[in-house]
T-cell receptor, first 116, second 117 residues
């Protein structure tokens, strides 16, 4: 079956602009999580969506937002980009997060965002 | 809040040899999951092995095994018969089992593993 698909793979934006990243989860997966990966801070949790509802949110400013559609596809948006937002953004999907068999998170290849 | 610590930023191993990557974590919870993920240069995170805290038996997946010491909050990964394809960044991760924040993974900073031919 198809894996988690993130688009675009690479993105270059200018400070002050906004950006939208997309994530298509594995078919049948209803939970989508987003992570930011930087050399300095490592992997940090942004937020998690399940059935179009945000269930959990990390410690990021309000410029970072997301949403999930009825087909479980998710988007994250970053407004008023700052140089420090340059990072690899990873999306992960899982079935529903509950129960031992559903705990595995499958990751996409990420979107490399560069802010100049 | 939970924290995960990987004290070895880099490790190297000779092909066919065994290497152990260390991970410690801090939590007040009694029920949780622990994971080792591998991130090769392609950047895609791949699950290597999973351990449920309520299980005393250490998880094993082919050449990969863990040493889970719950009281010591330690979760090390042993790679046997190392192969060139094992070269990657390895991340230890924690996930709660209960409600609330249980849908997020907390990662360590990672250990870069080099495999020498």
């Amino acid at each position: 079956k198809a894996g988690v698909t993130q688009t675009p793979r690479y993105l270059i934006k200018t400070r002050g602009q906004q950006v939208t990243l997309s994530c298509s989860p594995i078919s049948g997966h209803r939970s989508v999580s987003w992570y930011q990966q930087t050399p300095g801070q490592g992997l940090q949790f942004l937020f998690e969506y399940f059935s179009e509802t945000q269930r959990n949110k990390g410690n990021f400013p309000g410029r970072f937002s997301g949403r999930q559609f009825s087909n479980s596809r998710s988007e994250m948006n970053v407004s008023t980009l700052e140089l420090g937002d340059s990072a690899l953004y990873l999306c992960a999907s899982s079935k529903d997060g509950r129960g031992t068999s559903n705990t595995e998170a499958f990751f996409g290849q990420g979107t490399r965002l560069t802010v100049v | 809040a939970q924290t995960v610590t990987q004290s070895q930023p880099e490790m190297s191993v000779q092909e066919a040899e065994t290497v152990t990557l260390s991970c410690t974590y801090d939590t007040s919870e009694s029920d949780y999951y622990l994971f080792w993920y591998k991130q090769p240069p392609s950047r895609q995170m791949i699950l290597v092995i999973r351990q449920e805290a309520y299980k005393q038996q250490n998880a094993t997946e082919n050449r990969f095994s863990v040493n889970f010491q719950k009281a010591a909050k330690s979760f090390s990964l042993k790679i046997s018969d190392s192969q060139l394809g094992d070269a990657a960044m390895y991340f230890c991760a924690y996930r709660s089992r209960g409600g609330g924040s249980n849908y997020k993974l907390t990662f360590g900073k990672g250990t870069l593993l080099t495999v020498n031919p």
